[in-house]
T-cell receptor, first 109, second 115 residues
């Protein structure tokens, strides 16, 4: 079965520290990977997608096909980054959406 | 950006009744909409994929007779929780995807409480 694994349910860091939220996926040809974020009392929204290769709010994520990973990174965490982060894989060949269970990031002052 | 609305935002109903939740794409046409359930610890469960003009595709373990989905137009999908029970109490979220992209635009969610 296809899977997306986010091994950390909760990640707590101090402001200014680097942060890495892990996402591993099961191999399936040419998937598309996304990170979505949900801030407190807000709706889910797209943070970034692997094909755009951009940095959003200081976050980047590189698709590593060899390790089947799509880890989300930020060199210096800010308190406003505290949120729930979800990794999602879109397997285009069968149009499946696979979601990780999410990682709650807490950035402490 | 694309906007998705949900109505109602909050609903309380008695056990055994049915509840309908609407999901609308306000400024784009959504050929595909998705329904999710978010649990207290914030894990997100995809329930079903709703395709305009055709039957919804349900994820394994989701009862299609319990959670009726209708996607009658390119801007509206509805989820009806039939014969609701207290264990159906949850936060239900819809999302919509436009014709071109893979990105999902999410609604604000509906909090269902079944007494």
């Amino acid at each position: 079965a296809q899977r997306v694994t986010q091994p950390e349910k909760l990640l707590s860091v101090f402001k200014g520290a680097p942060v890495e939220l892990k996402c591993n996926y099961s191999y399936s040809g040419s998937p598309e990977l996304f990170w979505y974020v949900q801030y407190s009392r807000q709706r889910l929204q797209l943070l970034l997608r692997h094909i755009s290769r951009e940095s959003i709010k200081g976050f980047t994520a590189d698709l590593n096909k060899g390790e089947t990973s799509f880890h989300l990174k930020k060199p210096f965490a800010q308190e406003e980054d505290s949120a729930m982060y979800y990794c999602e894989k879109y397997a285009g060949n069968n149009r499946k959406l696979i979601w990780g269970l999410g990682t709650s990031l807490a950035v402490n002052p | 950006g694309a906007v998705v609305s949900q109505h109602p935002s909050r609903v309380i109903c008695k056990s055994g009744t049915s509840v309908k939740i609407e999901c609308r794409s306000l400024d784009f046409q959504a050929t595909t909409m998705f329904w999710y359930r978010q649990f207290p610890k914030k894990s997100l469960m995809l329930m079903a994929t709703s395709n305009e003009g055709s039957k919804a595709t349900y994820e394994q373990g989701v009862e299609k007779d319990k959670f009726l989905i209708n996607h009658a137009s390119l801007t509206l999908s509805t989820l009806t929780v039939t014969s609701a029970h207290p264990e159906d109490s949850s936060f239900y979220i819809c999302s919509a995807r436009d014709v071109a992209g893979r990105i999902q635009f999410f609604g604000p969610g509906t909090r269902l409480t079944v007494l």
